[in-house]
Each structure stands twice: as structure tokens, then as C-alpha cells.
């Protein structure tokens, strides 16, 4: 992959207790919806999502988020933390328009670019964090269970909501929540679509701490893959691997089967039905405010 490498530096000053530092923005001459930047004091790598208004997970932002995490593990970061530009929203999950009215063979890319996606941030050899800045539905939610550590800002919410959209979880979706979230919770929660408030996601430990900025959020990431400075690497990522391994092989095992099962599910009619109204819904309220 043609990376291109910038130097720029960051002033870090206005954060108390931090010297200088600069950072090394990555990007691939195509991103367009990601910024990607490496601390080079810290050697800790930033992706910070930017698709605005709501970083929806498109194909591109997906085949974004991979070149990132690739970058991150070729250059030996010593960990990944994830992001947002927007300050109201973290990620408001899967871009609904993939999926309604999807063209056939776009929207299988999509869905194999997510489980892809999926498969390697759950599973990156590196330590990953999630400064949650927003709201996470679905999606987002996805994507913050996949990381190791999640920190959030006050007043969002976050959760697995696909029922009140007519649609389902996937397996893999639920087994990360699990990893986090006891069977009974979860249970419950995604049956109902419950999305979380910062404090509920906190006491029931689907995020781990609640900062009030989002610079105190990287931070907390910092420190929580400073974390392992002192532990081997290669034994670090072996030990995740052991905790990992069962929900990786089972959707590496079942790929094709589940396009398959997702595709069989979001176009019947009903399905593409209720998401025209909650996409209509959403357009509505976007319209009021
Ligand atoms: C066993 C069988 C298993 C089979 C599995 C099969 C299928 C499962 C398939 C998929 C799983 C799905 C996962 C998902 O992630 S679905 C997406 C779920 N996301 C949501 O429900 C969030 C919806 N959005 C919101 O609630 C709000 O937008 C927000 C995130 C709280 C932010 O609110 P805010 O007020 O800041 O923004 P607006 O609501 O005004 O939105 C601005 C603008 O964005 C559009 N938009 C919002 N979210 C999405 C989205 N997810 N996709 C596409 N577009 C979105 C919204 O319509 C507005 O558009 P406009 O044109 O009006 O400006």
C-alpha cells in the first residue's frame, strides 16, 4: 500500500502534564474519511472517524478503518486508539442506505468489508481502545466492544438497538457485548434494543470509565495501553488471541453463510419496509432541529 508519511507537529500545551510531542499523520492517498495519526513520543496510534454528520459505516469508511489497522500493526504501534471528529456522535452505526434498497453486489461487499473489518480489530495483535465522544448505536457499539478498553463522555448512549429497526444482531455482533456485559443484561438489553446511557453503560461495564473530555478520553486510552509496557508483546497478543480465537473462527468458518443469512434477512420486504420508515423517521427529526 503507497503511505504516505507527513510530519506535523501538535502542540500539546494546552493539556496539563504532557511534554511535546509530535505526531506522524499516515493516510493513504484515498482516505478520505479517516484521519490517522501515530504519537511519536508514545509510538500510540490515533484513527479518529470522520464522516460526517454521523460517521455512518459505509464501504469506504470500512475499507478505511482496515488500511488504518494494517498500518497500525505494519508500523509496530504500540496500540490503536479509536475516535471521533464529531462531538455529538461517535458512530451512528451501519449506513442504513447499504442496506435499503442495496445494489446486489455492493452490498455484499459491504457486508464482507464489515465482518473484515470486525475480524481484525477484535482481533489486532496490538492493544485497542475506544474514546467513545458520542452516541454509539449498533454499529458503534460494534466497534467499541471489538476494543479492549472503552472510556465515554457523559449524556450519549450506546447499545445493540437493531430490533427497533426491524432488524437482527448477528451472532458476533452479541458475542462481543458478552465479553463485557453479563448474559442476563445483554439478553434483555438487545431483545428490547436498549441503548445505554453513558451512566447505565458504566454500571454494567459495557464501558469501562466516563471522563468528561474527549482529550481526558485519550488519555485514559494512553494509559491503558501504557499499560503493557512491561509485558512482552508477543506473549500479550497470544494470551488475547486465547480469549479471542472462538468468536474469530466461528464467523471465519461461517462467512459465507452469514452475507448469505444477512442478505436473506434485509431484503425481505417487511425488513426493507421498516427501515424506509426509521430512515424516514430519522430524516423527519433531522428536519425539526
Ligand atoms: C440471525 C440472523 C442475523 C442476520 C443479520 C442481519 C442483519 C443485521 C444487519 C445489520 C446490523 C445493523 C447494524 C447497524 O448499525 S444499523 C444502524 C443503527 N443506527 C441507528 O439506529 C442510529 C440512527 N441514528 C441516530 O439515532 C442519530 O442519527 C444519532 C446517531 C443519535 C445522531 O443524532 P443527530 O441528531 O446528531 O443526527 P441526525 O439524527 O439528525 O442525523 C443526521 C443525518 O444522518 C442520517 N443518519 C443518521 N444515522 C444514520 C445511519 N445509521 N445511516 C444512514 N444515515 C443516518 C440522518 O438520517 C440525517 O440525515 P439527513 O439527510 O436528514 O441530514
Keep these: 500500500m503507497n503511505i504516505i508519511r507527513t510530519v506535523r507537529s501538535v502542540a500539546f500545551s494546552s493539556i496539563p502534564n504532557r511534554t511535546l510531542s509530535t505526531t506522524r499523520s499516515l493516510s ?23 464522516r460526517p454528520p454521523v460517521n455512518s459505516l459505509n464501504l469506504e469508511l470500512l475499507t478505511e478503518m482496515r488500511n488504518c489497522l494494517k498500518d497500525a500493526e505494519t508500523n509496530k504501534c504500540k496500540g490503536l486508539i479509536i475516535t471521533s471528529s464529531s462531538n455529538s456522535v461517535f458512530t451512528a452505526g451501519l449506513d442504513l442506505l447499504e442496506m435499503y434498497q442495496p445494489q446486489d453486489e455492493r452490498v455484499k461487499s459491504f457486508w464482507t468489508a464489515l465482518q473484515s473489518m470486525w475480524m481484525e480489530l477484535y482481533g489486532s495483535k496490538i492493544p485497542t481502545a475506544a474514546a467513545i465522544n458520542g452516541h454509539a448505536p449498533a454499529g458503534g457499539c460494534l466497534i467499541a466492544t471489538a476494543c479492549e478498553y472503552r472510556v465515554m463522555l457523559p449524556n450519549f448512549t450506546i447499545g445493540l438497538n437493531e430490533t427497533l429497526i426491524g432488524i437482527v444482531a448477528p451472532k458476533w455482533f452479541v458475542s462481543a457485548f ?72 466461528e464467523l471465519e468458518q461461517q462467512r459465507e453463510k452469514d452475507l448469505q443469512i444477512f442478505l436473506g434477512l434485509i431484503m425481505q420486504p417487511s425488513v426493507q419496509k421498516a427501515m424506509g420508515i426509521y430512515l424516514e423517521g430519522l430524516k423527519k427529526k433531522s428536519k425539526k432541529q
Design 178 to 249: 458478552l465479553n463485557v456485559v453479563p448474559r442476563r443484561v445483554a439478553e434483555q438489553a438487545i431483545t428490547q434494543g436498549k441503548l445505554f446511557t453513558t451512566a447505565e453503560a458504566h454500571n454494567v461495564g459495557l464501558v469501562d470509565d466516563v471522563v468528561n473530555t474527549k482529550e481526558e478520553a485519550i488519555a485514559k486510552c494512553e494509559q491503558f495501553i501504557g499499560s503493557f509496557k512491561n509485558v512482552n508483546p508477543y506473549a500479550r497478543a497470544l494470551t488475547k488471541q486465547q480469549f479471542r480465537i472462538k468468536e474469530l473462527q
Design 28 to 50: 493513504t492517498p484515498s482516505a478520505q474519511y479517516t484521519a490517522f495519526e501515530v504519537n511519536d513520543k508514545t509510538g500510540i496510534a490515533t484513527l479518529t472517524l470522520n
